[in-house]
Every structure is written in C-alpha cells, then in structure tokens.
C-alpha cells in the first residue's frame, strides 16, 4: 500500500530548463511534507518542506507547490544545474512517522 | 553543521549472524528512525523511538529486529539473526521538529 508515490521513476531536463518532480499522496491525515534529494551511496539529504496548510514554499531555486484537494505536491528547481541530478524522494509525516515515495532520478543534462 | 553520524560504512556478516549497526544522532534531537533501502528500491521505514521507548514500527520490523539507546548518545540497531535478505543500506535518522537529519548509512552485506 503506496501512501506516497511518485509515479515518474526518471526524469532528464536540459541544463537552465526547469525541473519539476511529482508526488501523489493517499493520507488525508499527513502534516508535512518534504523533498529530500539523494547522492548515490548517501543518506537522503532533506531540500525543502511544506506545511500541509500552506500551498507554497520557495527556498531560492526550489519551490515546492501543495494542492491539498488533489492530494499532491510538485517540486520545481529552476534553472537546474547538472550538479542537481540526483534521486529526489518525496515524503510526508503523519506524527512521528515520515513515510518516503519511492523516488525520482533526476538527470541534468549540460 | 550537526549531523547523524553511522558506522561502520560498510559491514559484511555472514548469514545467521548477530550484527549491531550504530548512529549517533544530534544530540538535542528527540525522535530517532531507522530506515533501510534494499538496492533499486524504495526506502522503507522500520522503526521510530521516543522517550527511550519504540514508539511506532513497521512489519518489516520483526523479532529479529531491536534498538536500543543505551547511553544517551547511541542509537543502536541489532539484528539478531541476519539473513540474505537483510542485505540493504540502512539508515539512521533523528529530528527535533519537521526537518530530518538522515545519517549516511551502513550498507549491510549478509553473504
């Protein structure tokens, strides 16, 4: 049972072009969401969040959007670079529990 | 900056065999997780602690499977019995409020 998924297992973008990573939740119930970007042989490392009551949180090149009613949130990055390409995961909380979609490899081609 | 601190990097153990993996988080963080990643898939969770009690688990977390905190500092998964299966990158992770600070794993290999 998938709570969060993100169903592009790759995406590639042209170096500048913006980036934009899916994520489709199942959970009414989750109060926080987080995009967490991940170096091979590396722990996840945490990018941004938003709060399940805001729709928009921007933090330099990234912005994460939420639209509650569809039960789903994006991630834009522009202008991606090439040191971007990375597996970002999508995740959300729901009391102390953070529970990760299975991931998106981003490509960023120079 | 603070960070999760996990050795070793890398433990190989052969099958049937005890293996503890260990993870320091940041000291003033409360709540403590292990995750794990078995290679090409998703990163699953385990286990949470609080308060110096399991406080939520997953069914992946069997009774092969314990933590402990035994100093106040560490933060210690033992496996008890490992099998092939066993065999994933596990991570340690702790956090104060919404943002997670992951360690940067062990990588388990049961031969």
């Known amino acids: 049972d998938q709570q969060v998924k993100q169903n592009s297992p790759s995406l590639s973008v042209q170096e500048g072009r913006i980036s934009i990573l899916n994520c489709d939740y199942t959970?009414?119930?989750?109060?926080?969401f987080l995009w967490y970007k991940k170096y091979p042989a590396e722990g996840p490392t945490f990018l941004i969040s938003?709060?399940?009551?805001?729709d928009k949180n921007e933090d330099g090149r990234f912005t994460v959007f939420l639209n509650k009613s569809a039960k789903h949130l994006s991630l834009h990055i522009v202008p991606s670079q090439p040191g971007d390409s990375a597996v970002y995961f999508c995740?959300?909380?729901?009391?102390?529990?953070?529970?990760f979609g299975p991931g998106t490899s981003l490509s960023v081609i120079p | 900056e603070p960070e999760v601190t996990q050795t070793p990097s890398h433990q190989v153990t052969q099958m049937g065999q005890e293996v503890i993996l260990r993870c320091v988080p940041i000291?003033?963080?409360?709540?403590f997780y292990w995750y794990r990643q078995i290679l090409g898939q998703k990163v699953e969770f385990l286990v949470s602690?609080?308060?110096?009690?399991?406080?939520?688990k997953s069914e992946i977390f069997d009774d092969q499977f314990s933590v402990e905190r035994p100093d106040g500092s560490n933060f210690t998964l033992k496996i008890r019995s490992t099998k092939l299966e066993d065999s994933a990158m596990y991570f340690c992770a702790s956090n104060l409020a919404a943002s997670y600070t992951f360690g940067s794993g062990t990588r388990l290999t049961v031969v």
């Open positions: 602690f609080y308060n110096n009690e399991i406080s939520e």
């Open positions: 938003i709060s399940s009551i805001k």
């Open positions: 000291s003033n963080h409360l709540y």
């Open positions: 995740a959300a909380t729901c009391y102390d529990k953070v529970i």
């Open positions: 959970n009414s119930m989750f109060d926080y």
